[in-house]
């Protein structure tokens, strides 16, 4: 009996012990959040729900005949994989203490009204939201708030769910 409950106890030991670091988490957020969000831009555009390009991200840094191209949509998603990455430690740095969903939400919609209300247009990166039509901007928006709600709530479930890491406590 007393080696089971030492077992049960170095068990529990070992996963109490474990500590997620707060910045290289994020990041590996932010990447996951680049395949899969950049990837369904990548898919609504092939299915021409939205005409903004999949790399629009790089845009200031490609020229847009090359973002047309195969070679360009893989790095135009490279550059949407960078963009999330460095937005996952800023939500991480700003609000990471906020729990649930809506802290997510919100980053994403507010980082949709960035690019496409204020750097976009301003950039080159995106058309005027007067002239991209209902089927890009209701693609756009929705992509961008499931993006945030995945960085958000990844963010959130991982540091403010420290108590469920605890031990067990056994009786002596």
């Known amino acids: 009996m007393s080696t089971l409950s ?3 106890r ?5 996963y109490s012990d474990h500590h997620t670091n707060p910045w290289t988490y994020p990041m590996m957020i932010g990447f996951f959040a680049g395949i899969i969000w950049g990837g369904v831009r990548w898919l609504f555009y092939q299915m021409k729900f939205t005409t903004i390009l999949p790399g629009f991200v790089g845009d200031p840094f490609f020229k847009q005949s090359f973002l047309k191209t195969g ?3 893989l ?3 490279g550059c949407y994989i960078v963009f999330s990455i460095i937005a996952a430690l800023l939500y991480k740095l700003v609000l990471g203490k906020l729990r649930g969903p809506w802290p997510g939400i919100l980053y994403g ?3 949709w009204a960035i690019i496409f ?3 976009g247009p ?3 990166m995106t058309t005027a939201v007067t002239r991209a039509g209902w089927n890009t901007l209701f693609t756009e928006i929705c992509v961008f708030l499931l993006w945030g709600l995945f960085i958000g709530y990844s963010i959130a479930f991982e540091f403010t769910d420290e108590a469920s890491r605890e031990p067990i406590p056994t009786p002596s």
């Not at 170095?10 to 070992?14: D, K, L, N, Y």
């Open 6 to 8: 030492t077992n049960k």
């Open 10 to 14: 170095s068990s529990h030991q070992g």
């Open 71 to 73: 070679w360009g949509q």
């Open 75 to 77: 790095a135009g998603i």
């Open 109 to 111: 919609i507010v980082w």
């Open 117 to 119: 209300l204020l750097l």
């Open 122 to 124: 301003l950039l080159g």
